[in-house]
């Protein structure tokens, strides 16, 4: 099977990822790639990195080009994505990284994005309970907010096992710049974000808020309470998410942590490292892999669970990728690596 698949949003960071990972997937060629401001520009001098493609222009996003194509992924602004989408064809498999269709609660979009809502569309997030079977055959695919990828791998097992209290859960992460995209903006001029970190989106605020709330309450089988702080770390890449929420009493340290054993035990990219590891950003750049490790502090009676994963790849542009793969009843790691780079 050869797959014809166009990429919007390219010129962007979230649409290069898409790009480099399908350079290598078997089953694809590349159609129309397309930009907004950077339309008719190559390529090649706005992705440099994506050498095989650099002679390849840039064509403007709008329907017309995007339809014909058996996948179309949209990586685009938020709000961007729902009109284009409703042209597009029911038998186009359609790939969302923004937001638009990630929610159910209307209400929730409502107060977070202040637009209106576009609907709702299965979440490509294949490791949390229930979702890979609502993304085989799908024809549209929402991505997942880069935060609730590592926030709800690392504490859905505790709560799909009934480990975990879900009246008290905190999370804080750190991000690198390009969770931001690419799109000029002051807070992140390296005379502002390097050698420093600081919180974002602080008390409740961050639009993830929601999402993250939304996926561990399908996990919980009711509703949870969340505190959810982000914070900008000075790295280009990379987020480390410590999430921690209280045990039920009477549970062992072997208990608990078997949850997440048993969760990921089949998942070729959800990896619990052995005792005494601990995740670390660098491990997972350019990998589909979430990495983590979960500690149990008997002293606060929390579990504490401490992820890492590279935003662009797993947490975007692979999720997406393997998102399309099982709806397309392809095996789910064609065209993705497990393996990071280093140094
Ligand atoms: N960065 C990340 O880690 C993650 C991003 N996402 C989501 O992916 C999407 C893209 O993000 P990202 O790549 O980071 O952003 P970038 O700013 O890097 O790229 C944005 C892309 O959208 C295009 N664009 C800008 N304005 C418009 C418009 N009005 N209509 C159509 N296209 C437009 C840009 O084109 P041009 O350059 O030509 O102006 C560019 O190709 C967003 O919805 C984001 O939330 C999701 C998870 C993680
Ligand atoms: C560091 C940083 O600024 N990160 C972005 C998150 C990007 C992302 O994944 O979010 P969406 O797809 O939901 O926009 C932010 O906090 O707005």
Redesign the pocket.
């Given at each position: 099977m050869t797959l014809r698949v166009a990429v919007?949003?390219?010129?962007?960071?979230?649409?290069?990822e898409v790009l480099r990972l399908l350079t290598s997937h078997p089953e694809v060629e590349i159609g129309s790639i397309t930009?907004?401001?950077?339309?008719g520009q190559t390529l090649g001098s706005?992705q440099p990195h994506l050498h095989t493609l650099a002679d390849r222009v840039?064509e403007p996003?709008d329907v017309e080009v995007l339809r014909g194509h058996d996948v179309v992924f949209l990586?685009?602004?938020?709000g961007?994505?729902a009109e284009i989408a409703a042209e597009l064809s029911d038998d186009t498999l359609v790939i969302d990284?923004?937001?638009d269709h990630r929610l159910e609660s209307t209400p929730m979009w409502e107060k977070f994005y202040d637009s209106p809502h576009a609907g709702t569309w299965p979440y490509g997030l294949p490791e949390l309970p229930g979702r890979r079977e609502e993304l085989v055959g799908a024809k549209r695919i929402a991505?997942?907010?880069?935060y609730p990828t590592g926030s709800l791998l690392g504490l859905a097992p505790g709560f799909t096992d009934g480990v975990l209290e879900a009246d008290d859960i905190v999370i804080v992460a750190a991000s690198g710049t390009?969770?931001?995209?690419?799109?000029l903006k002051p807070h992140l001029l390296g005379s502002e974000a390097m050698g420093s970190m600081s919180p974002y989106g602080v008390g409740g605020t961050h639009r993830h808020t929601p999402e993250i709330v939304q996926g561990l309450s399908w996990a919980a089988g009711r509703d949870v309470s969340l505190s959810f702080t982000p914070t900008l770390a000075p790295m280009p890449?990379g987020i480390l998410t410590t999430a921690t929420a209280k045990f039920k009493p009477g549970l062992s340290v072997a208990n608990i942590r078997a949850a997440w054993e048993n969760a990921y035990a089949q998942e070729q990219f959800v990896h619990l490292l052995p005792e005494g590891q601990w995740p670390s950003t660098k491990s997972v750049l350019g990998s589909n892999h979430v990495v983590m490790q979960v500690a149990v502090d008997e002293t606060a009676g929390r579990v504490v669970v401490v992820a890492a994963v590279d935003?662009?790849t797993k947490?975007?542009a692979g999720g997406a990728v393997q998102s399309m793969n099982i709806a397309l009843g392809l095996a789910e790691e064609t065209g993705l690596t497990g393996q990071g780079v280093a140094p």
């Amino acid at each position: 099977m050869t797959l014809r698949v166009a990429v919007s949003g390219a010129s962007g960071y979230a649409g290069g990822e898409v790009l480099r990972l399908l350079t290598s997937h078997p089953e694809v060629e590349i159609g129309s790639i397309t930009a907004h401001s950077n339309a008719g520009q190559t390529l090649g001098s706005l992705q440099p990195h994506l050498h095989t493609l650099a002679d390849r222009v840039l064509e403007p996003t709008d329907v017309e080009v995007l339809r014909g194509h058996d996948v179309v992924f949209l990586a685009l602004p938020h709000g961007a994505s729902a009109e284009i989408a409703a042209e597009l064809s029911d038998d186009t498999l359609v790939i969302d990284a923004g937001a638009d269709h990630r929610l159910e609660s209307t209400p929730m979009w409502e107060k977070f994005y202040d637009s209106p809502h576009a609907g709702t569309w299965p979440y490509g997030l294949p490791e949390l309970p229930g979702r890979r079977e609502e993304l085989v055959g799908a024809k549209r695919i929402a991505v997942p907010g880069c935060y609730p990828t590592g926030s709800l791998l690392g504490l859905a097992p505790g709560f799909t096992d009934g480990v975990l209290e879900a009246d008290d859960i905190v999370i804080v992460a750190a991000s690198g710049t390009s969770g931001a995209g690419k799109a000029l903006k002051p807070h992140l001029l390296g005379s502002e974000a390097m050698g420093s970190m600081s919180p974002y989106g602080v008390g409740g605020t961050h639009r993830h808020t929601p999402e993250i709330v939304q996926g561990l309450s399908w996990a919980a089988g009711r509703d949870v309470s969340l505190s959810f702080t982000p914070t900008l770390a000075p790295m280009p890449r990379g987020i480390l998410t410590t999430a921690t929420a209280k045990f039920k009493p009477g549970l062992s340290v072997a208990n608990i942590r078997a949850a997440w054993e048993n969760a990921y035990a089949q998942e070729q990219f959800v990896h619990l490292l052995p005792e005494g590891q601990w995740p670390s950003t660098k491990s997972v750049l350019g990998s589909n892999h979430v990495v983590m490790q979960v500690a149990v502090d008997e002293t606060a009676g929390r579990v504490v669970v401490v992820a890492a994963v590279d935003n662009l790849t797993k947490g975007t542009a692979g999720g997406a990728v393997q998102s399309m793969n099982i709806a397309l009843g392809l095996a789910e790691e064609t065209g993705l690596t497990g393996q990071g780079v280093a140094p």
